[in-house]
């Protein structure tokens, strides 16, 4: 299909939109906007103007429609959403075809086929052209964060001032199209194109009043006016530029956006309780009202038919400010500060997902955040991600930024480690027992496990090498003693301490390598037979040490593993052997009364001997034989 060049072609404007252009050409040749689109190549079958074309033209249409207004292709694609979308993600995803409506779109705040409006920008700068034609419909004011004009600081507005219709926004429940009412010529292009009613009921006439006058913003406090202008200068500085504030924010760009609407829906899905978020009592006030009519609007139908979406972005631009000033706000964009915005997001998500269905909270985990907030919003029982119901790809994001990794975890949590981090806690303790303790040191590594490599408490006991129900055990066993008392939060921040020091060390011990290599390895004859010289009396007896009691010993202190875990009694477990006398001499080696006189110093070769294990385990090339 080929085009003329039009008689009377225009220059898009800056910023300006498809609709806005095929608006002002329209008004120029007096020509309706449907023959105009006709004669750009635009009208597509049964002749409609599809409201898909705002977000980019198809490639059979975006040349003839460049070669009649006298483009070249990069400029006619610059007037449709396409050219934002590599800088607002949610139009990358956002799909209107045939057979589609504009909902999606809006439900996903990806746009709005109907724009709001400066009406000093569409009163033009003075030129000739613009006195004559009008200024642009920017192409930006069909984004749901586009509340603003920071040029002439003012809100925008989003209905005509005299019928109170939204522009291009049908009467009836007519597909949206590019622009309502398409075969009307004459109406200056800042004209409202919404049919009015008669006294009957039926549209009769257009309402035409001019939108590039009687501009009637909210009134608003100049310290509110300010902080909204700021943000919504940020948002185009985002949305022109592409670049991010500065070169340390430069990696979190890309989801500035998606943080910012998933922050928005947590304002509104948990109000009153973000109520802290909202910088003044008229911003609360107008998220309030927004509120309060959503909640009006999905138990009562609107007169056109359409079902109100609760996820919808708000229309009005002062509640849609109000919205995202307070998500901003929850964000702390300014502070650079992912591990408090974590804290500040989970609590908020936490009222807003038991407020509403589990979906709701389902919807949310799939979009395309940043890790911060998707750690937020993955949900926590007792400080861990829940391993029951849904589970989510996001489940496997570590639950906190870590320059650990969970192969430096222990399936015991070092006796060290636990004096010097844990002091505090088990001094709370009433009834501290060595039994107790040993879940501890379990659950504590399941918790760095978590950390730094994700995935639900399930999931970091397999990687830990420690049986399910080991670990179910120690949940339960720990659970049961810190809620008594309420020591939950005194649990976490000692084991962020250990996770604090881990993140500095340098020499990070790589414990899953040691369970590997120890995985089939026995201690050789030859070096047991020197751990045993001058120790004959142990070679006697049922519970005597043996080869495999040594094994096991050597295994737990090199993994800092739990011995019951040890391979060497998985074997025997698997084949069906028992395992009563193995472990009845590895517990007469560990008893306390039985510390002295030979059994003392076996125990010190062993733990020499595990020493060397260790390094050699360390080693890049490791050897496992001693004499």
């Known amino acids: 299909m080929t085009a003329r060049p039009l008689a009377r072609a225009l220059s898009p404007l800056p910023e300006e939109s498809l609709p806005g252009l095929l608006l002002r050409l329209a008004y120029r040749m007096e020509r309706s906007p449907a023959r105009v689109a006709r004669l750009c190549g635009l009208v597509h079958r049964q002749n409609r103007l599809p409201g898909e074309y705002l977000l980019s033209l198809p490639s059979e249409r975006v040349g003839p429609f460049a070669a009649a207004t006298r483009l070249n292709v990069e400029e006619a694609n610059a007037l449709t959403l ?14 209107m075809d045939g057979s589609r409506n504009t909902t999606a779109a ?54 005509c001032p005299s019928c109170r219709g939204m522009p291009n926004r049908p009467t009836n429940t007519e597909r949206q199209g590019l622009i ?48 909204l202008l700021a943000l919504q200068q940020r948002i185009d500085q985002r949305l022109v530029s592409g670049q991010a504030d500065d070169a340390s924010r430069a990696a979190s760009h890309h989801y500035f956006f998606p943080d910012l609407i998933v922050a928005a829906h947590l304002i509104r899905l948990s109000w009153p309780d973000g109520e802290r978020y909202a910088p003044s009592t008229s911003m609360a006030d107008f998220i309030d009202r927004h509120v309060s009519s959503n909640v ?22 002062a509640e849609c400010a109000a919205v995202l000033v307070a998500a901003d706000s929850l964000l702390g964009h300014e502070e650079l500060d992912d591990a408090g915005m974590t804290d500040r997001v989970r609590s908020l998500a936490a009222s807003a997902f038991s407020r509403h269905p589990a979906n709701i909270g389902a919807s949310l985990r799939r979009m ?34 870590s320059r650990f990794r969970i192969e430096h975890v222990p399936a015991l949590l070092p006796q060290e ?64 003693e810190l809620n008594s008392r309420d020591l939950w939060p005194d649990f976490e921040r000692c084991v962020e301490s250990v ?21 089939s390895w026995q201690v050789p004859a030859d070096d047991w037979a020197g751990l045993c010289r001058g120790l004959e009396q142990f070679r006697q007896g049922t519970t005597s040490p043996t080869r495999n009691t040594a094994t096991v010993l050597i295994w737990a202190q090199v993994t800092q593993g739990d011995h019951l875990h040890s391979p060497v009694l998985g074997t025997l477990r698997d084949s069906g052997c028992s395992t009563q006398r ?23 070769r062993l733990e020499a001997y595990s020493d060397l294990i260790s390094a050699a385990c360390d080693r890049p090339t490791a050897t496992l034989h001693f004499t």
């Open 296 to 317: 009006a609007r999905r138990r009562t139908p609107e007169p056109d038919g359409r079902t109100p979406v609760a996820w919808d972005a708000p229309e009005d631009p």
């Open 106 to 159: 809006r439900k996903s705040w990806a746009a709005s086929v109907s724009s709001r409006y400066c009406a000093t920008c569409l009163s033009g700068d003075g030129s000739p052209v613009q006195s004559l034609y009008g200024g642009p419909w920017k192409l930006r004011w069909h984004l749901p964060v586009s509340y603003a004009c920071v040029t002439h600081r003012t809100l925008l507005s989003h209905t």
């Open 582 to 604: 193995l472990v009845a001499s590895i517990n007469q080696l560990r008893t306390p009364a039985n510390y002295k006189g030979g059994k003392r110093e076996l125990l010190h």
């Open 368 to 401: 395309d955040v940043s890790s911060a907030m998707a750690r937020a919003l993955l949900g926590h029982a007792q400080g861990f991600y829940r391993a029951g119901g849904h589970r989510h790809a996001r489940q496997s994001l570590p639950s906190r930024e």
């Open 499 to 519: 996770a604090s020091q881990l993140d500095w060390r340098t020499d990070r011990i790589h414990y899953r390598r040691r369970r590997e290599l120890l995985s």
């Open 180 to 227: 309502t009412h398409r075969a009307t010529s004459g109406l200056h292009p800042a004209q409202c194109r919404r049919l009015m009613p008669d006294v009957h009921g039926t549209p009769a006439a257009h309402c035409a009043a001019r939108l590039d006058h009687d501009h009637r913003a909210e009134l608003m406090s100049e310290a509110d006016l300010s902080l």
């Open 82 to 95: 396409s050219s934002l979308a590599a800088v607002y993600p949610p139009l990358a995803s956002v799909r």
């Open 417 to 480: 480690w636990l004096s010097a981090h844990f002091g505090d806690l088990l001094s709370l303790w009433v009834h501290l027992t060595d039994w107790k303790v040993r879940h501890l040191r379990r659950v504590s590594a399941l918790k760095l496990a978590e950390m730094s490599g994700g995935g639900t408490w399930p999931d970091c006991a397999k990687a830990l090498g420690i049986p399910w129900n080991t670990a179910q055990q120690s949940l339960k066993v720990i659970r049961q």
